[in-house]
């Protein structure tokens, strides 16, 4: 009797599943360098670029995945929140090398109200669908959601301060306000404090109360092969080296692209770059909440957000005292005050019952539409 030998999967099979989709985007990597050398259209190349990063930040979730998987829950977890935002981490590193102050900050809230109202939003529209709800773990979600509503509270004082004490809040399409330096020392400590409580935050999720955000994995989480350690390693740091080439190429366009568009640097920031440099990760969740995995689903929407809150802004404040042409305050524009703080509270809200509905999606959903509208008039 003969044994058949095991098939893998095929490339196109692999390319037309749920998670092979982003690499279907990898031709926009050459496709950009070679606009970019050639001169070619900002707007052409800016769109180039941003589809370019989608397929590298795939590539580096999957290496970061894979290393974890190898690592334990400790060291796994400590890997899945140290590279689950760094593409959207380096992107913003060269915007503050090129001095784009506004549309770094604009990035980080359009990220925080992108995965509370638009990830989340649709993640809970198409897991309900079918179903009468879905249910997840309250206690979890509303832990990452307090961690979330504290962390902003923090990031808005120094604009209160500003507001109170300074020259007012910058206008929506600004790219850099001179500040005093009181308001840069504030921003400077409240980075500080924010580090810290990230810190706090990983002791907590990962060693004291690892359980409760770190579920035992079931056979459905798997997605082929395992990788060995030398391949994910040579996958992250390609896919890095991937990230940091087209950031390069999309924040240089940024300023140009938006001006041809008709659309302000801060719509750009708070909306395209914030969704592109999360995309993949986004489709997880979505792809999760349709399989009735709710947990994982809210935990990378509330989750993702409360790390860009304690860990990526701050570490931006941190790093623009030494990269590019001045510090850069946590001085937030009127319309994202509004938008996080709001977006925070509807997420505390629809996630406080442990259960949710297609209806809510569809509600998180419409708010984030009427937010992506009055940045786009702003």
Do not use: C
């Not at 929140?81 to 915007?95: H, M």
């Amino acid at each position: 009797m003969s044994v058949e030998p095991t098939q893998r999967p095929s490339l196109g099979r692999f390319l037309a599943s749920s998670g092979g989709w982003p690499y279907l985007l990898v031709p926009f990597i050459p496709l950009a360098i070679a606009l970019d050398v050639a001169g070619a259209a900002p707007v052409v190349i800016f769109f180039a670029s941003a589809l370019g990063v989608i397929p590298t930040a795939a590539l580096m979730g999957r290496a970061t995945e894979e290393l974890a998987a190898r690592s334990g829950p400790g060291i796994g977890g400590l890997l899945n929140v140290t590279f689950g935002n760094a593409p959207e981490l380096i992107i913003a590193l060269f915007a503050l090398e090129a001095g784009l102050h506004e549309v770094v900050k604009a990035s980080i809230i359009g990220s925080v109200i992108g995965n509370v109202l638009l990830v989340l939003g649709a993640s809970m529209f198409v897991g309900g669908l079918g179903r009468e709800r879905q249910r997840f773990s309250r206690t979890s979600a509303a832990a990452q959601s307090a961690m979330l509503l504290l962390a902003v509270v923090a990031m808005m004082m120094p604009a209160i301060f500003e507001l109170v004490e300074g020259q007012g809040l910058p206008l929506p399409g600004a790219e850099r306000v001179a500040y005093d330096s009181t308001v840069e020392q504030l921003s400077l400590a409240v980075a500080v404090v924010l580090i810290f409580s990230y810190g706090a935050g990983l002791l907590f999720s990962l060693r004291t109360h690892r359980d409760l955000f770190n579920p035992p994995a079931t056979g459905d989480d798997e997605h082929g092969e395992p990788w060995s350690v030398r391949r994910s390693v040579g996958a992250l740091a390609l896919a890095g080296v991937a990230v940091g080439g087209m950031s390069e190429i999309l924040v240089g366009s940024i300023s140009e692209a938006a001006e041809s568009i008709g659309l302000t640097e801060f719509f750009v920031g708070a909306i395209v770059v914030a969704i592109v440099g999360n995309a993949a990760e986004h489709w997880v969740a979505v792809l999760v909440a349709r399989k009735d995995k709710m947990d994982l689903a809210v935990n990378i929407a509330i989750g993702s957000s409360a790390q860009i809150a304690l860990f990526v802004a701050p570490a931006l404040v941190l790093a623009s005292f030494v990269l590019g042409p001045g510090p850069m305050p946590l001085v937030f524009n009127g319309f994202e005050l509004g938008g996080v703080f709001l977006a925070v509270l509807i997420a505390i809200h629809v996630t406080n019952e442990g259960e949710s509905t297609w209806f809510e999606g569809v509600q998180l959903l419409a708010v984030y539409a009427v937010l992506a509208l009055a940045f786009a008039f702003a």
